[in-house]
């Protein structure tokens, strides 16, 4: 799993962005300040490190040891944040929890086995928070809906990289994870949308594509360097003037279970 994103890391923190003001303290209300809440597929700490101060206690865990460093520097020591490596498979293992938060993240497991191990995870209220963008109101996020999407996938087709099997097989089959968690025992769906305003220069864009699993550093090896300058090339030359306008749509997609239904007992 590290050498998926192998590389990522620091680019991710600082070029990917972050969820907003406002979708954090919506989540944070939603759980309550009292709550103990597992960031699952924390990455640098995207959710974990804004949301820490707002309620109890952040478990803040990830497979990838990069990720989880440089969540660490982030959060500068934060005491209500604990880092744990480990997965969507290794659950149980992690001491107790009220919520499962995951930003951009649920698409790499499999969501029913984690939904499952969750059902006999969570109390009775407990939810399941999924944070992420989305192309418009309740539609998945579409690959080339951005105007230098295109560019970045020509490129990256130049150097053979491709969205990676977890991606490509989530938006291929287009089952959106609003349905798979309908169709759990969390089907008691809330769901907020909110919207910014982002302008990317070419460094930004160029940060944002080696945050990719499929293009991070790792994936390109000694290729780095050219496919960089290949990348910024043929950005400036689709668009001189150096400046990409985004309307961001970040949705906070919380499941719960219907009132009055129980967890499941533990096998
Ligand atoms: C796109 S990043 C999201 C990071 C962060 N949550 C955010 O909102 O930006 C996906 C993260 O999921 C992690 N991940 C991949 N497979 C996972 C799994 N099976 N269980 C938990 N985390 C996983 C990756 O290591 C990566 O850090």
Same mark, same amino acid.
């Not at 923190?13 to 597992?38: C, K, M, Q, T």
């Not at 960089?228 to 919380?254: C, F, H, K, M, S």
């Given at each position: 799993?590290?050498? !998926?994103?192998?590389?990522?890391?620091?680019?991710?923190?600082?070029?990917?962005?972050?969820?907003?003001?406002?979708?954090?303290?919506?989540? +944070?209300?939603?759980?309550?300040?009292?709550?103990?809440?597992?960031?699952?597929?924390?990455?640098?700490?995207?959710?974990?490190?804004?949301?820490?101060?707002?309620?109890?206690?952040? !478990?803040?865990?990830?497979?990838?040891?990069?990720?989880?460093?440089?969540?660490?520097?982030?959060?500068?020591?934060?005491?209500?944040?604990?880092?744990?490596?480990?997965?969507?498979?290794?659950? @149980?293992? !992690? *001491?107790?929890?009220?919520?499962?938060?995951?930003?951009?993240?649920?698409?790499?497991?499999?969501?029913?086995?984690?939904?499952?191990?969750?059902?006999?995870?969570?109390? *009775? &209220?407990?939810?399941?928070?999924?944070?992420?963008?989305?192309? @418009?109101?309740?539609?998945?996020?579409?690959?080339?809906?951005?105007?230098? =999407?295109? #560019?970045?996938? @020509? #490129?990256?087709?130049?150097?053979?990289?491709?969205?990676?099997?977890?991606? $490509?097989?989530?938006?291929? $089959?287009?089952?959106?994870?609003?349905? #798979?968690? +309908?169709?759990?025992?969390?089907?008691?769906?809330?769901?907020?949308?909110?919207?910014?305003?982002?302008?990317?220069?070419?460094?930004?864009?160029?940060?944002?594509?080696?945050?990719?699993?499929?293009?991070?550093?790792?994936?390109?090896?000694? &290729? !780095?360097?050219?496919?960089?300058?290949?990348?910024?090339?043929?950005?400036?030359?689709?668009?001189?003037?150096?400046?990409?306008? =985004?309307?961001?749509?970040?949705?906070?997609?919380?499941?719960? &279970?219907?009132?009055?239904? @129980?967890?499941?007992?533990?096998?």
């Amino acid at each position: 799993m590290e050498e !998926l994103f192998g590389g990522a890391a620091p680019y991710y923190a600082r070029y990917r962005p972050a969820y907003g003001e406002a979708a954090i303290e919506h989540l +944070a209300r939603a759980l309550g300040p009292d709550s103990r809440v597992l960031d699952l597929g924390c990455g640098p700490g995207t959710i974990a490190v804004p949301l820490a101060g707002r309620v109890r206690t952040v !478990l803040a865990v990830d497979p990838a040891e990069e990720m989880l460093a440089a969540g660490r520097r982030l959060a500068a020591g934060a005491p209500t944040i604990t880092w744990l490596r480990g997965d969507s498979t290794t659950l @149980r293992a !992690l *001491p107790p929890f009220d919520h499962v938060v995951m930003g951009r993240s649920f698409h790499w497991m499999d969501r029913r086995a984690v939904l499952a191990d969750l059902d006999e995870l969570l109390p *009775p &209220r407990g939810a399941v928070a999924l944070i992420g963008p989305v192309s @418009r109101r309740g539609e998945p996020w579409q690959p080339n809906a951005q105007p230098w =999407q295109p #560019v970045e996938r @020509r #490129v990256c087709a130049d150097f053979g990289l491709g969205m990676s099997a977890a991606a $490509t097989s989530f938006h291929a $089959t287009a089952e959106p994870h609003r349905d #798979v968690l +309908a169709a759990s025992p969390f089907d008691h769906l809330e769901s907020r949308t909110f919207t910014r305003r982002l302008t990317w220069d070419v460094d930004g864009l160029v940060g944002l594509q080696l945050s990719y699993s499929y293009s991070s550093p790792a994936a390109l090896g000694d &290729r !780095l360097h050219a496919f960089v300058e290949a990348l910024r090339e043929a950005l400036l030359a689709d668009n001189p003037a150096g400046r990409w306008e =985004q309307e961001l749509l970040t949705e906070v997609l919380i499941a719960r &279970r219907p009132p009055g239904r @129980r967890p499941a007992d533990p096998p």
